[in-house]
């Protein structure tokens, strides 16, 4: 692979990936020396939809690439713009987010200025770990309370029921004291960010039917509980988000019931009844128990959003004080057929969230192609697949065909892919892997990039580890710590657990394994790749650059000017040879990480072999420039 043209969202390229309205923005662009001659170098941005060009001045040469700097003057909220090369001969290359191009480029793949307000700086230096209460930890506190109406009781090592109705009503009785009495396991692991799945009373173990959003669900603990949970986090460095459900209520809920078979009730308004008698409505996905919101509602939003006594508000303040939300099901919140009011209500979030604390996240789940919905306006990041976890699947699964059930009782032996009916789990090679985050990255602005969340697996997935290809968990784990983005950890990852399918993923943790050697292993190696993340800030917030791509390897480097950090992930044991002037500094690498070396040839080449599969990386020196 040889050099390009590179630019990118982050401090070695943009004076400012915070700017207000009108401000001007210096951009830069990295050419190796000797790519044209160029001509000239512009910025082509679409402000209002009309084309507005900047022109570039030649800063200089350093370590055989030319940088020029061209001024750009933030005219909209998302401010897009490309590079334009004009070369000596005539001839003319674009360059946005997708890469180099010999004809024009489309707007939505530009790159791109936000000026809403930044998301707080520590979201960059997250490494979020995922709890699903119900099989977290269950605390002798657990013991005093009755099961409810709804639950299946069961031991904590009895196997996970996927059937239905154990699929939703299995009840471990983990609780909040419980995951209290782990918090040091989180320390130890570096996790600094906890994630919460839904913990207001509700009729199902995922707690996703909320019957009141005002409490905590006693079964956990009550108010007491959360408030010492959050508490505990925060004297250890945690932060703590919680998990909302914007879209829908469950059917148990206090709004739905006063609204249900009553016409002309005060809550009447907050969902979409399609009946005179209030029984028959919309719900989520046809699921009668998961009602769904009509946003149009002025008293639903104030309810919920808006108002000083607001859910959303609730549990922002003191004394509870979380650090955010996640928003269960962001991408359907608004939108039914021909309404769309995603924008609006997503927007109204952000403003509370902001108001009250400047320094609280708010990240929606979009599972599929979420970059309409990413522009800066709403979430500060996502949790969506196919930008990270589908290719990592894709990329590094070697399913066994191993038979499991399904909902309904059904044994299947086709691994389950995100519930898509595409013949199981598709076969990446690696350039095929990097061609698909380059494609679902590139209509999103690099600095909401940096807020979406990466994870192998959660609890609406199965375990990437029940069918990882030979001596790859190492690669995703890896892989998930070093491109831009938040790492997640599905609690029970850790411990080398398995599951075909996203409820049979949501194992209880095994605490009493932890001296096994597999399980040590496993911790060893998650303790490892997240202090890399964490000791090197480089991975947080630097540039991205692919230096080698083929059908077993991906190599890039994340680049700052005070550090670089270059990484190789692979499935085979083929050897790469990075051409000289790709990168700066071999000659000066220090190993981090992995089972790889790494050669300095005296002209600048560097020959990378691993003995894959393998996940390294190593140190360099930050990027100098003119």
Do not use: C
């Not at 270059?566 to 085979?572: D, E, M």
Request: aromatic content about 10%; cysteine-free; hydrophobic content about 40%.
């Amino acid at each position: 692979m040889t050099a390009f043209p590179h630019h990118d969202g982050s401090p070695l390229y943009v004076s400012n990936d915070a700017p207000t309205l009108g401000e001007q923005v210096t951009v830069r662009l990295r050419v190796p020396e000797g790519y044209g001659p160029l001509r000239a170098v512009r910025t082509r941005s679409n402000p209002d939809h009309e084309p507005e060009w900047t022109d570039a001045v030649r800063l200089g040469v350093a370590d055989g690439w030319e940088w020029w700097e061209a001024p750009l003057t933030v005219r909209n909220p998302r401010h897009g713009y490309r590079f334009a090369l004009v070369h000596e001969d005539g001839r003319v290359e674009w360059l946005n987010q997708t890469g180099i191009h010999t004809i024009e480029t489309l707007d939505a793949d530009d790159f791109a200025l936000v000026s809403y307000p930044a998301p707080p700086a520590w979201l960059h230096e997250a490494v979020m770990y995922q709890v699903f209460p119900d099989r977290f930890a269950r605390s002798a506190e657990a013991d005093t309370h009755e099961t409810p109406d709804w639950a299946i009781p069961a031991a904590w090592d009895d196997p996970v029921d996927p059937v239905n109705p154990g699929r939703s009503q299995q009840f471990y009785g983990g609780d909040l004291p419980g995951v209290i009495e782990h918090l040091d396991h989180l320390v130890e692991l570096g996790v600094n960010l906890l994630y919460l799945t839904p913990v207001f009373p509700a009729a199902s173990n995922h707690r996703y039917d909320a019957s009141r959003f005002d409490v905590i669900d006693p079964l956990l603990g009550g108010d007491e509980a959360y408030l010492r949970l959050i508490e505990a986090a925060h004297e250890r460095g945690i932060r703590v988000i919680g998990d909302l459900t914007s879209n829908h209520s469950g059917d148990r809920h206090e709004w739905f019931q006063a609204a249900y078979r009553h016409p002309g009730a005060a809550t009447e308004s907050f969902y979409y009844f399609t009946d005179a008698e209030n029984t028959t409505y919309e719900s989520w996905l046809g699921v009668s128990s998961l009602p769904k919101f009509d946003w149009s509602s002025d008293e639903l939003r104030e309810r919920f959003i808006t108002g000083e006594d607001s859910i959303v508000a609730r549990w922002l303040k003191p004394p509870y004080s979380i650090d955010g939300w996640r928003i269960d099901v962001a991408n359907m919140t608004g939108r039914l057929g021909a309404v769309d009011l995603n924008a609006e209500v997503r927007q109204l979030l952000r403003e509370t969230v902001e108001s009250i604390n400047p320094d609280a996240i708010l990240l929606g789940e979009s599972t599929n192609d979420a970059a309409t919905d990413l522009q800066g306006d709403g979430w500060h990041g996502a949790m969506t697949y196919p930008s990270f976890t589908r290719p990592v699947w894709g990329w590094l699964s070697e399913p066994t065909g191993e038979p499991y059930l399904t909902y309904d009782g059904k044994t299947e032996t086709e691994p389950w892919f995100f519930t898509q009916p595409i013949g199981g789990i598709p076969r990446y090679t690696a350039r095929e892997f990097a061609e698909a985050v380059t494609r679902f990255t590139a209509g999103i602005p690099w600095r909401v990039r940096l807020g979406n969340m990466q994870p192998l697996d959660t609890h609406d997935t199965g375990r990437f580890a029940t069918n990882a290809a030979p001596g790859t968990i190492p690669v995703a784990v890896g892989l998930s710590m070093t491109l831009p983005g938040v790492p997640v950890v599905f609690a029970g990852d850790e411990f080398g657990l398995t599951g075909a399918d996203g409820e049979s993923s949501r194992t209880p943790i095994p605490w009493g394994s932890v001296a096994e050697p597999e399980v040590a292993e496993r911790l060893d190696l998650y303790r490892d790749l997240i202090g890399l993340r964490r000791e090197h800030p480089v991975l947080a917030t630097g540039g991205l650059r692919w230096l080698h791509i083929d059908d077993d390897t991906v190599v890039f480097v994340r680049e700052s000017a005070e550090e670089s950090v270059l990484v190789l992930a692979t499935r085979g044991d083929v050897d790469v040879e990075l051409a000289p002037g790709l990168l700066a500094g071999g000659d000066a690498a220090t190993d981090l990480v992995g089972d790889a070396t790494l050669a300095a040839a005296t002209d600048g080449a560097v020959l990378l072999t691993p003995d894959g599969p393998a996940f390294a990386a190593w140190q360099l020196p930050g990027v100098r420039t003119p």
